[in-house]
């Protein structure tokens, strides 16, 4: 299998970390594309996004959520756990919706100032911080084990220290932060360090 993906990108490092956490990590060969560039993207996936996973020759999924779906069903530790299925999509959602107003902001500001919607970047970022608070009030459900909720919101938060740091989300967050610090140990959040 073929994951494209890049080093720096929240959706496929919760992909990787699934994987690894999944035991199955060593079966994927793990490339990096740039998706805003590179054309040949489109050609393996009409929403030109990654994480896209090549299972084979005729077999190409989207998005990261798909693909962890596609994860689960190999053989390893049950990442999903059917009694509480509905709270760890809930989660992956919020989560994915944090980097999704993230990489809308980002992309935002990279339009020429004229171009800019001062209302659209404070959009995302309300949305961010409601996630992040939603999250502080829910944090009791987070385990130490690596389950989808906490590996997808990992990766959320691994996100914001990439490219948020100035917003400070642990600052009102304690609960968060300390679930954070410690999941943060495990190797297959180490292993997915994006570079700073
Ligand atoms: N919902 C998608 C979001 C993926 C996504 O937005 N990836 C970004 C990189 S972080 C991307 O490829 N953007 C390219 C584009 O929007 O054209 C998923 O979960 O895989």
Redesign the pocket.
């Known amino acids: 299998m073929i994951c494209w993906t890049s080093p720096t990108?929240?959706?496929g490092r919760k992909v990787r970390m699934f994987a690894i956490e999944k035991g199955v990590a060593d079966k994927i060969d793990w490339r990096a594309v740039d998706?805003?560039n590179d054309p040949a993207l489109q050609e393996k996936n009409p929403i030109?996004?990654?994480?896209t996973l090549e299972v084979d020759a005729s077999t190409r999924l989207?998005?990261?959520?798909v693909i962890v779906a596609y994860l689960e069903t190999l053989d390893g530790p049950n990442l999903v756990p059917a009694a509480t299925r509905f709270d760890h999509l809930r989660f992956e959602a919020m989560a994915?919706q944090y980097c999704?107003s993230g990489?809308l902001r980002i992309r935002e500001n990279f339009r020429p100032e004229p171009q800019r919607s001062p209302d659209w970047i404070e959009r995302q970022r309300g949305k961010q911080q409601r996630v992040l608070d939603a999250l502080e009030a829910d944090a009791d459900k987070l385990t130490d084990t690596p389950t989808l909720a906490a590996i997808a919101v990992a990766a959320a938060l691994g996100y914001a220290d990439l490219r948020f740091t100035a917003e400070d989300w642990r600052a009102t967050r304690p609960r968060l932060a300390a679930w954070h610090a410690r999941f943060a140990q495990r190797p297959s959040y180490q292993q997915t360090m994006p570079p700073s």
């Open positions: 990108t929240p959706f998706p805003w030109q996004k990654i994480p989207y998005d990261s959520r994915d999704e990489v």
